[in-house]
C-alpha cells in the first residue's frame, strides 16, 4: 500500500513545484506588438478562414473538376 502511495505521490508532488516555479506569460520567443487594426483578409472571422483554408478549398475543388 505503501508502494502505490508514494508512486502517486512523487508525481503530484513533482507538479506542485513546476506549478510554482511556472512564469506564466512567458514564452520561448518575445512577443511583438502588431498593428492596432487587423488586414482586410483578418476584418472578420469568415474572412480569416477563408485566408487560411482558401488554397486546400481550391485543391479539393481542382481534384473535383479534374476527377468529373
Known sequence: MLSFISIAA???????V???????GAGVLPSHP?????????STPLALAWRLHNRGF????????LYI
Not at 10 to 16: A, E
Not at 34 to 42: D, K, S, T, V
Request: with cysteine; proline share 6%.
Open 10 to 16: 512523487v508525481p503530484v508532488f513533482g507538479s506542485y
Open 18 to 24: 513546476l506549478t510554482t516555479r511556472r512564469d506564466l
Open 34 to 42: 502588431g498593428p492596432a487594426e487587423a488586414a482586410e483578409n483578418f
Open 58 to 65: 481550391i485543391g479539393w475543388m481542382i481534384c473535383i473538376l
